[in-house]
């Protein structure tokens, strides 16, 4: 072994990397890599042996991984409790656990050149925001940096993907821990501080399995805000393979009465998905009531990833806008006649007490300046060329109203017009956007915006 070669723990397994994304084979010349006979200190190579194969990863390539890592850990972990449901599903276990700003820099496996009294705080603050140079922080000599900068991003997203959880065996003489949770990839390991939450203390690039006397299956996983009023959980972030989580949930209603929250937000594969990249999943609502959970209400249609936005949202008591339908209670009668024509001749308007909400469904809100207007596309493509499978209610027509974030548009043909009067009380006005300032009270979309499509979910 090359006298500069950093040893370090070896496994026997290959790497499940890509080379080229991770790291260059010492000797190897990469793309964009410095040319032979050029230094450049940040782009500098730190060869140690990982998993039996010569790996070398740059210490600008470890920077990259923590900012990454330090981006996700503020979404999906930073100030948040996590309760892990594991073991049989007819007598669940539980743990708790907490991850606070000081803990990031544990997983890292790096140590930080920030001299403040504050430093932990500093070193993620300077991550989260891009700014954490490679002159803030020392790889280990013993190469544990470069190989958690390869797991960590996954890490991060534990509350999504841990599949096991279990006791530390104490095979590693230098990790001071008591459980690990993790998958077949990586694994964190926590101590047990003495309070009701375990803490995180280092980041392993190894199976679970292998570092655990006793790991189990993980049933499901929650997640709260620390500093939530009711101290209860009500997001589902994970849930094992063939669980039944309303089952699940009121059985640890009954043997956790404190834990769980009246309602709860999940996801659960869309049986019918017409389109298996656009609408895999759905955001669903559940209620506990007198040891019983039941599903009340579909929310939402889509990817994995805007589905579980849209339920963390929910959770965290910040809901998102909702596109709503409003149809004639009674189309065939006189009156709803006599205002379909006066709708249509543009001297009368609609109000709210002759219609019937037939449909509603959460969306978010994008930066693009013209949101509005392509979010009345998707509605209108939705109610015309593509019924969703859970909406009885006719196609629209002229007469139906569309309301966009609380703002009401009538369709009179192939024109939607905005009618501020719909609801007996008026809805206060919000600071309408250029969007929506594009389709305001005397202005309507033209034919072209309303051809029917394919609406994508």
């Known amino acids: ?32 890599q410095t040319l ?20 070398a990863i740059s210490k600008q390539q470890i920077a990259g991984s923590i900012k990454k890592a330090a981006i996700t850990y503020k979404q999906e972990l930073l100030d948040r409790n996590i309760l892990v449901v594991f073991g049989d599903a007819s007598k669940p276990q539980i743990k708790e656990m907490l991850f606070e700003i000081f803990n990031f820099e544990h997983l890292t496996g790096v140590v930080s050149k920030i001299k403040a009294k504050d430093s932990k705080k500093l070193f993620f603050d300077k991550a989260v925001v891009g700014n954490l140079s490679i002159n803030d922080f020392e790889v280990n000599k013993n190469g544990t940096s470069e190989i958690k900068s390869i797991v960590i991003e996954q890490a991060v997203m534990l509350a999504h993907t841990a599949k096991r959880i279990g006791d530390y065996n104490n095979l590693r003489p230098k990790l ?40 189990q299956p993980i049933l499901a996983v929650f997640r709260r805000k620390r500093n939530i009023s009711n101290g209860r959980y009500s997001e589902i972030t994970c849930i094992g393979k063939d669980i039944n989580m309303p089952r699940l949930a009121a059985t640890i209603d009954k043997l956790y009465p404190e834990l769980l929250a009246r309602t709860l937000y999940g996801l659960e594969k869309n049986p019918n998905m017409k ?39 929910y959770s965290e008591d910040k809901p ?20 379909i024509e006066a709708i249509s001749s543009g ?30 596309q998707e ?20 007469g139906d109203v569309i309301v966009i974030d609380k ?10 017009k905005r009618v501020p009067t719909f609801f007996k009380a008026k809805v206060q006005e919000k600071s309408m956007d250029t969007a929506e300032k594009a389709i305001s009270d005397d202005k309507t979309t033209d034919k072209a915006k309303l051809n029917p499509q394919k609406h994508k979910r």
Request: aromatic share 10%; glycine share 6%; charged share 25%.
């Open 275 to 313: 389109n298996p990249t656009a609408d895999p999943y759905i955001a669903v609502e559940y209620k506990l009531s007198d040891g019983v959970c039941t599903k009340i209400a579909e929310l939402y249609t889509g990817t994995k990833a805007d589905c579980d936005r849209l339920i963390q949202s």
């Open 176 to 215: 001071e821990a008591d459980s690990l949770t993790g998958t077949s990839k990586w694994c964190i390991a926590f101590r047990d501080t003495g309070s009701r939450y375990l803490r995180p203390c280092s980041l392993l690039n190894d199976d679970i399995k292998n570092n655990t006397s006793n790991s």
């Open 36 to 55: 032979k006979g050029e230094t450049d200190a940040s782009a500098t190579l730190l060869p140690f042996k990982f998993m039996g194969a010569n790996m």
């Open 347 to 376: 001297t009368g308007a609609p109000t709210e007490d002759m219609y019937t909400k037939t449909y509603e469904y959460s969306f978010f809100k994008s930066d693009d300046k013209d949101w509005c207007t392509k979010k009345l």
């Open 320 to 339: 998102p806008p909702k596109i709503e339908l409003y149809q004639l209670t009674d189309s065939e009668s006189e009156q709803s006649k006599q205002l």
């Open 1 to 32: 072994m090359p006298t500069n070669e950093r040893r370090c723990w070896q496994a026997t397994k290959k790497p499940d990397i890509r080379a080229d994304e991770w790291a260059a084979v010492v000797g190897g010349q990469r793309k964009n």
């Open 407 to 416: 703002h009401p548009f009538v369709l009179s043909g192939v024109k939607l």
């Open 379 to 398: 509605a209108y493509s939705r109610f015309t060329a593509d019924l969703p499978n859970d909406f009885h209610g006719r196609k629209l027509g002229t």
